[in-house]
């Protein structure tokens, strides 16, 4: 198995909404309000549409569920789900404050991105499986997505 670079993915996000804590830990909401999408293949927006669904679990663990539309440059849509987990630690906290920007790999924040389009120029998406790396930034996130290949 091979990871081969996809995209790197920058999305804005509102102050996150805090629902409070729930039967399957404590809730957060972060509207997406836009942003932007670049790889080899693939360049475009990140629609303000969709949000960061975030659940915490007893020990502080972030459990992810998240849906965003892509709009490729040339007229694609492109419906982007991902579920995965981020551990917020001191450097990822300073990052949200707004104190210092977290670099990829300052804590554990690791993605499945699936991804759906009826163009026919980019369903080859449809089939794609993706892991992607994410780093915490303030009023943001930013992520790199990888294509895993067969041997």
């Given at each position: 198995m091979k990871l081969q670079p996809l995209l790197t993915m920058h999305a804005t996000l509102k102050k996150p909404v805090l629902v409070g804590q729930g039967p399957k830990?404590?809730?957060?909401?972060a509207d997406i309000t836009g942003g932007t999408f670049e790889g080899e293949?693939?360049?475009g927006d990140v629609l303000p549409?969709?949000?960061?669904?975030?659940?915490?679990?007893?020990?502080?663990?972030?459990?992810l569920?998240?849906?965003?539309?892509?709009?490729?440059d040339d007229g694609a849509n492109i419906y982007v789900q991902y579920y995965g987990v981020v551990i917020f630690n001191q450097k990822a906290n300073d990052s949200l404050a707004g104190?210092?920007?977290?670099?990829?790999?300052?804590?554990y924040f690791i993605t499945q991105p699936?991804?759906?389009t009826g163009d026919e120029r980019y369903k080859w998406l449809n089939r794609t499986v993706a892991v992607a790396?994410?780093?915490v930034l303030h009023n943001a996130?930013?992520?790199?997505?990888?294509e895993v290949l067969g041997s």
């Open positions: 830990g404590k809730r957060m909401i293949r693939l360049k549409s969709g949000a960061d669904w975030v659940t915490f679990d007893a020990d502080g663990v972030g459990h569920d998240v849906r965003a539309t892509f709009r490729t104190k210092k920007s977290a670099e990829f790999g300052d804590t699936r991804f759906e790396e994410g780093r996130v930013e992520y790199q997505m990888f």
